[in-house]
């Protein structure tokens, strides 16, 4: 409550609620090596987006259709499954 410094927000790419970014997963697309997978630094280099560790948003992440041309690249079973397995449970 007495917290005054701005917290990063950004967008749940399922719910497209704006969450603290501690709050998220971010995906990371990296054209040049044609890969996409979880970043846990916030670091990586590439097209990302970011998801809720929740269920809900996991699951509704993967029922996405045209990933390719909503998010610029197709999403794997693997890294869905790695997905499910980064959700917090409360
Ligand atoms: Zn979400």
Redesign the pocket.
């Known amino acids: 409550m007495n917290s005054n410094k701005p917290v990063p927000e950004r967008m ?1 790419v ?2 497209r ?1 704006m ?1 603290p970014k501690s709050q998220l997963t971010r995906i990371v697309f990296n054209k040049a090596e044609n890969r996409v997978f979880i970043d846990n630094t916030g670091k990586q280099n590439g097209r990302g987006c970011y ?2 560790k ?1 269920k ?2 996991v699951q ?1 992440f993967a029922k996405i259709k045209n990933f390719e041309k909503v998010l610029g690249f197709n999403v794997s079973s693997e890294l869905l499954a790695r997905l499910e397995e980064n959700v917090e449970q409360d």
Do not use: D, E, G, I
């Open positions: 749940c399922a719910c609620q969450k998801l809720c929740s809900q948003c509704k």
